[in-house]
């Protein structure tokens, strides 16, 4: 791996997939100055969401998680520095400060340095055996202690991860117990009617709710944990106890340098921040989204591709903006799921349902003042793109036709 040079060129402080993304986009949109990534992580960039699933299932390995092979950075020359962290940045001199004393010059910069779990101070949440989830190595680890079976773990959070991490762990054969501060698991997201379709395929594998309720205490003896007492009284027996309760943005960098914070590092479409030379995607960036006219902010993978391509076009002075639909998706057992839309539009929408809740085979729209702004498809593929199609072109529509199975969703 080669060291940074002192000439001015792209540098891209964070090395998960919004990060590589753009440096990827830098070199196919002709860019053939110098690119240094700078990685605090170990690893050469990878994706997250196996983390949770196949990877952490032993489904799928580690080339899974690599959205470049590892030989992708050196044949296009750009420049990783894993295990180093950017622990300043100075806007005015264009320039970035390493953990290891070192400094870069830039151009144009780029923060892709993506969120970290949210962090809850429960009584007991330092003892043995009280686990976070954010990185390879945590599902690693994670992996190593759920493989065999047998466990009691208890996940706090009902959100997609909770969720996620709840399945695989039972699947592999473990006792599950799931806090989560909503009644139903999922409904922030999507209501408590689809929530449901979830939380009643993980009671089928076992998977037992303690909804609403959160941790009071995490008990332990001698270090280890041995029990979570919920705020409902209950007493949860646990050796393994994940918290899973959102995570946010790791902005303390822009911050520190005065870049405008507005839930994330605050960007225009073009994901350019207060500083013009200075630019922020994925989890981090909090965007103008021209469909809304709002700021959003989003936690999904789509996101982190989507937006590393704009950052790198306006990095290079090319016009783009980031007007995508957001995208995410979701395995739980056998249920697969995939969301697009405007989940902030949802809340007074109308839910229309074409298929069957019952047998876990539906598309969800949300309907509002007769215009679709949002659908999920639950184990029914191919769909994405006549949703997405809805959604973006805002015609007018019927529910009745929404919901007809006979009527083909690209005729609506
Ligand atoms: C377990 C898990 C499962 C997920 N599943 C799904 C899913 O099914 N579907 C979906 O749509 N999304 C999913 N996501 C979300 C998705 O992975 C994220 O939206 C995506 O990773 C965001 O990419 P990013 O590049 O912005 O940030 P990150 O992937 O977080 O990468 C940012 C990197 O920057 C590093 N960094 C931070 N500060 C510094 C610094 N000062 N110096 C150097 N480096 C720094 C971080 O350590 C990290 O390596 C999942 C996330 C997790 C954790």
């Given at each position: 791996?080669?060291?940074?040079?002192?000439?001015?060129?792209m540098?891209?402080i964070?090395?998960?997939?919004?990060?590589a993304t753009?440096?990827e986009?830098?070199?196919?949109?002709?860019?053939?100055g110098?690119?240094?990534i700078?990685?605090?992580?170990?690893?050469?960039?990878?994706?997250r969401?196996?983390?949770s699933?196949?990877?952490?299932s032993g489904?799928?390995?580690e080339d899974f998680?690599?959205p470049?092979?590892?030989?992708?950075?050196?044949e296009?020359?750009v420049?990783?520095?894993?295990?180093?962290?950017?622990?300043?940045?100075?806007?005015?001199?264009h320039?970035v400060?390493l953990?290891?004393?070192r400094t870069?010059s830039?151009?144009k910069?780029?923060?892709?340095?993506?969120?970290?779990?949210?962090?809850?101070?429960?009584?007991?949440?330092?003892?043995?055996?009280v686990?976070?989830?954010?990185?390879?190595a945590?599902s690693?680890a994670?992996?190593e202690?759920l493989?065999?079976?047998?466990h009691?773990?208890?996940?706090?959070?009902s959100g997609?991860?909770?969720?996620?991490?709840a399945?695989?762990?039972?699947?592999?054969g473990?006792k599950?117990?799931l806090?989560?501060?909503e009644?139903v698991p999922?409904?922030?997201?999507?209501?408590?009617?689809?929530?449901r379709?979830?939380?009643?395929?993980?009671?089928?594998?076992g998977v037992?709710?303690f909804?609403?309720?959160?941790?009071?205490?995490?008990?332990?003896t001698?270090g280890?944990?041995?029990?979570v007492l919920?705020?409902?009284?209950?007493s949860?027996?646990a050796?393994?106890?994940?918290?899973?309760?959102?995570?946010?943005?790791?902005?303390s960098?822009?911050?520190?340098?005065?870049?405008?914070i507005?839930?994330?590092?605050?960007?225009?479409?073009s994901?350019?921040?207060?500083d013009p030379?200075i630019?922020?995607?994925?989890?981090v960036a909090?965007s103008l989204?021209?469909?809304?006219?709002?700021y959003?902010r989003?936690?999904?993978?789509a996101n982190a591709?989507?937006?590393?391509k704009?950052?790198?076009?306006?990095?290079?002075?090319?016009?783009?903006?980031?007007?995508?639909?957001?995208?995410f998706?979701t395995d739980?057992f056998?249920l697969?799921m995939?969301?697009?839309?405007?989940?902030?539009?949802?809340?007074d929408a109308?839910l229309?349902?074409?298929?069957?809740?019952?047998?876990?085979?539906f598309?969800?729209?949300?309907?509002l003042?007769s215009?679709?702004?949002?659908?999920m498809n639950v184990?029914?593929?191919?769909?994405q793109d006549?949703i997405?199609d809805?959604?973006?072109?805002?015609r007018?529509?019927?529910?009745?036709?929404?919901?007809?199975?006979q009527?083909p969703?690209?005729?609506?």
């Open positions: 791996m080669s060291e940074p040079t002192t000439t001015p060129g540098v891209i964070g090395g998960g997939l919004a990060g753009a440096a986009t830098l070199r196919k949109e002709g860019y053939a110098d690119i240094t700078v990685a605090d992580e170990a690893e050469l960039p990878y994706q969401p196996p983390l699933k196949g990877f952490l489904k799928e390995d998680l690599l470049y092979p590892g030989t992708w950075y050196t296009n020359n420049t990783v520095l894993t295990g180093t962290a950017a622990t300043a940045l100075d806007p005015a001199n320039t400060t953990a290891d004393g870069l830039y151009a910069l780029l923060i892709a340095t993506g969120a970290s779990p949210r962090v809850i101070p429960f009584k007991g949440v330092d003892l043995d055996g686990h976070y989830f954010r990185s390879k945590d690693v994670m992996k202690l493989k065999g079976g047998g009691n773990v208890v996940m706090v959070g997609w991860i909770g969720m996620e991490i399945a695989t762990a039972a699947e592999l473990n599950v117990a806090l989560g501060l009644e999922l409904s922030t997201a999507i209501g408590n009617e689809l929530g379709v979830f939380a009643s395929r993980h009671e089928e594998a037992k709710f909804l609403p309720s959160s941790a009071e205490e995490i008990q332990g001698d280890k944990v041995t029990a919920t705020t409902t009284g209950e949860l027996v050796d393994i106890v994940i918290v899973a309760v959102g995570v946010v943005p790791n902005i960098l822009a911050k520190d340098a005065g870049l405008t507005n839930n994330g590092i605050q960007v225009s479409g994901l350019q921040s207060s030379d630019f922020a995607a994925g989890d909090n989204h021209p469909t809304t006219g709002a959003a989003s936690e999904h993978w591709i989507a937006s590393g704009v950052a790198a076009k306006s990095m290079l002075g090319k016009a783009a903006e980031l007007n995508d639909i957001p995208y998706y739980q056998d697969g995939e969301y697009s839309g405007f989940g902030a539009l949802t809340k109308e229309v349902i074409r298929g069957s809740l019952e047998k876990r085979e598309i969800a729209f949300w309907v003042e215009r679709v702004v949002a659908g184990n029914v593929w191919d769909v006549a997405k809805l959604i973006a072109s805002r007018s529509v019927e529910n009745s036709k929404l919901a007809d199975l009527i969703l690209e005729s609506i």
